[in-house]
Each structure stands twice: as C-alpha cells, then as structure tokens.
C-alpha cells in the first residue's frame, strides 16, 4: 500500500538518528471525530466489559487518591470496527513500511483513555529483554485522540537510545528503568493535535506524568513488526500477554480472571 505522503531522506535520517518521528496533519478533523465519537460509543456500550478482572482491561491509580481508574482496552480492534480500520489505514502502513523497508504485520493495539488524575508510566522500553522471541522491528504509532499537553501527561521519548537495551543485562526481568538511565536533555515532549501521528522505535526510552487536566487524554496506540521478523504473531501474541497478565493478577489476589 502507498502512503499518500511519503517520508523525506531528512525524515529518514531523523528516524536514524533519535528513533522516533512526529509527522503532523496525518488525518483529516472528520476522521478523528469519527475516531472521537467511537471512543465515547465505547465507554457507553462496553461498560460491561469494564472489569479488574477482564483482561482486556487495565487500570491505573489515582494520583491523589491512589484509586484504581479505568483507562486501557488492550486489544481493542475486535471490539471497534473504526479502530480495526485505522490499524490497516494505507497512510498509517505506507509509514511504516517505509521505516521498516517491507510489509509490516500488525503486533498488537490498545486504546489508551487517561481519565483525569490517572498516574503516567515510569521510563521503559517497549521491547522487554526477558521476552524470547519478541520482534525486535516493533515500532508504535500513536494517534492523539485528544490534544496530547504537559498538563494532561503527553508521551515523553528520549532520542538515540533505539540501538539495544537500557535494561540490565544482570537483571532480566526488570522493565520500568531509573529515570538517571537517561539524559534529561534528550527528551521531546510529543504535544500532539488530533490529526498528528508520531511513531517511535520499540527501543526508544519513553514516559509519561499524570494527567492533572480535568478531561480525557485518549490516543491510540498500535504497533508492528516488519514480515520478515516473524510475520503475523498478534494472535499468539495476545495468548502470551494474557497468560502473562492472569498470573501477574492472580498473585494479587484476583479472583476469576477472564478475557471477554
């Protein structure tokens, strides 16, 4: 498939360079209010999907309060025709293959909602050092649903560190990395307007703050991975995920985990 803009040599490099690209203007007002209206469709028709123990489900403590807030459908395509729809959007695939330089593979997706006063996410890398046989051309697109600020906690990426590991080679199974693994002056902060795309390497160091504004952040995320490095694994790789999630909330004390 052909994306309807194409990415520059400059981009290229850029990409090379600091393992991530904002790329402005992607999507059309219409598209993202169709986009919009569905997330809103969601939290009213799915309510009974909304459940600690459903595995699609994920939340996040409260900053102040320390209650636990909804804010994950993880995956989200099977429940979201529109969603399905923008994962396979020709301008999103054009992107992305041509980063990758072949046919990309949907890996996984994830409708973020961050309601208000939802604590953000400690510096990582997506690409976990203890999971065998995780692809290592896994890249995300995020999609900003609502303007993605300081206040409401935007995504944070760290340039040039998309080359191998942060995590510890002694420590395997760490993943949420110390905030001194990297230079403070290196992070961009991705403040993104409904319509923006920025795609960042499965390497590339990220975080977010709270969202300390009164309304939603809500973005979408989908990664891949090129064919080449494993084909189509978003089937097996959700089995994996979610035996992974149902051991991680039966040791606390979860009872009747599910996936519905």
């Known amino acids: 498939m052909t994306a309807d803009r194409q990415l520059s040599e400059d981009q290229m490099r850029k990409w090379r360079a600091d393992g991530f690209l904002v790329l402005r203007d992607v999507f059309c007002?219409?598209?993202?209010?169709?986009?919009?209206?569905?997330?809103?469709?969601?939290?009213?028709?799915?309510?009974d999907l909304i459940d600690p123990s459903n595995l699609r489900c994920r939340f996040m403590a409260h900053v102040a309060t320390g209650e636990k807030v909804?804010?994950?459908?993880?995956?989200?395509?099977?429940?979201?025709p529109v969603c399905a729809r923008f994962t396979s959007d020709p301008r999103l695939l054009g992107l992305v293959e041509a980063i990758l330089g072949e046919p990309a593979c949907l890996f996984k997706e994830k409708l973020?909602?961050?309601?208000?006063?939802?604590?953000g996410y400690s510096l990582h890398q997506d690409i976990p050092r203890y999971w065998k046989g995780f692809p290592r051309t896994f890249l995300t697109v995020l999609v900003p649903i609502d303007s993605a600020t300081e206040e409401n906690g935007c995504t944070e990426v760290f340039s040039g560190y998309h080359h191998d590991f942060l995590q510890p080679a002694g420590w395997p199974d760490q993943y949420m990395l110390p905030e001194d693994t990297v230079d403070p002056a290196r992070r961009l902060k991705l403040l993104l307007e409904p319509g923006d795309v920025a795609i960042f390497h499965g390497m590339t160091p990220h975080r977010s703050d709270p969202n300390r504004s009164a309304g939603l952040r809500r973005a979408f995320y989908m990664s891949y991975n090129s064919r080449s490095d494993g084909g189509d694994q978003r089937a097996e790789h959700y089995r994996e995920f979610q035996e992974r999630m149902r051991t991680h909330?039966?040791?606390?004390?979860?009872?009747?985990?599910?996936?519905r």
Not at 249 to 259: E, G, I, K, R, W
């Open 29 to 47: 007002s219409e598209e993202m209010q169709t986009l919009l209206a569905e997330t809103e469709r969601l939290l009213a028709e799915c309510r």
């Open 70 to 80: 909804f804010e994950v459908f993880d995956p989200v395509n099977d429940i979201s």
């Open 112 to 119: 973020i909602f961050k309601p208000p006063g939802a604590m």
């Open 249 to 259: 909330l039966t040791s606390q004390s979860h009872d009747n985990v599910y996936f």
